[in-house]
């Protein structure tokens, strides 16, 4: 596709429930970006990831995130054990790897836990 | 650490008036500057980027804005605001020798009236 795909675009989950969520970048982007967004609100950086280097995880709020990508494309942000405080919507975003590079994001995916 | 400061919350601005949305950066080294705009249930759409040269920079929808190196800020404007220009707008930061962390502040709502 054109841009950063997301799916799923919601989810409702039970609180203590385990989810994923999956992010497709745009081709030959080699940095990947996943933000959280409460209540539209500001951005909150929760992990990023720049080609075969180690990720930078050190927004992750909990040992219950965590997050892969896969083959430098494709990456899944899991949450385990999901809390009524993880309602939110996680945005991804990618780009080309220079730092004067923009960077694009995907439509989020709107997390809800009952 | 790089940190990004939208002193504003709101910005509320009659259609036909300019506009003028706040930010300021603290880095160390030399920054790369962003604007993303977010219109309701959207993902973050990029308005415009300072990397070097000109101070000025214009981006889409007619927006522009001035890079200060000694104020450290970097005002989003527009010369005469639309009703459709109402949105959230987020101004962010990548520093040159800091790998490729893109820093968001927390937004700033605006608000263009008929």
């Known amino acids: 596709g054109a841009g950063v795909s997301q799916s799923p675009s919601n989810k409702v989950t039970e609180k203590g429930k385990d989810v994923e969520l999956r992010c497709d970048p745009i081709s030959g982007h080699t940095a990947l970006y996943w933000y959280r967004q409460s209540l539209g609100q500001g951005l909150e950086f929760l992990i990023y990831f720049q080609g075969n280097s180690a990720p930078d995880k050190s927004g992750l709020p909990s040992d219950r995130f965590s997050a892969e990508r896969t083959g430098g494309s494709v990456s899944t942000l899991t949450i385990q054990r999901t809390q009524q405080e993880d309602s939110a919507v996680y945005l991804c975003?990618?780009?080309?790897?220079?730092?004067?590079?923009?960077?694009?994001f995907g439509q989020g995916t709107r997390l809800t836990v009952v | 650490a790089q940190s990004v400061a939208q002193p504003e919350d709101q910005v509320n601005v009659a259609e036909g008036n300019p506009l003028t949305v706040k930010c300021t950066y603290s880095v160390s080294g030399n920054p790369y500057l962003f604007w993303y705009v977010q219109y309701p249930n959207r993902g973050l759409q990029f308005l415009l980027k300072y990397i070097t040269g000109d101070n000025l920079v214009k981006g889409s929808y007619g927006f522009e804005a001035e890079f200060n190196k000694s104020q450290t800020s970097f005002h989003l404007k527009k010369p005469s605001a639309l009703v459709s220009d109402s949105a959230l707008y987020f101004c962010a930061v990548r520093v040159n020798n800091a790998g490729n962390m893109l820093t968001f502040g927390g937004g700033t709502r605006l608000m263009v009236k008929p």
């Open positions: 975003a990618s780009s080309l790897a220079g730092r004067n590079t923009e960077a694009f």
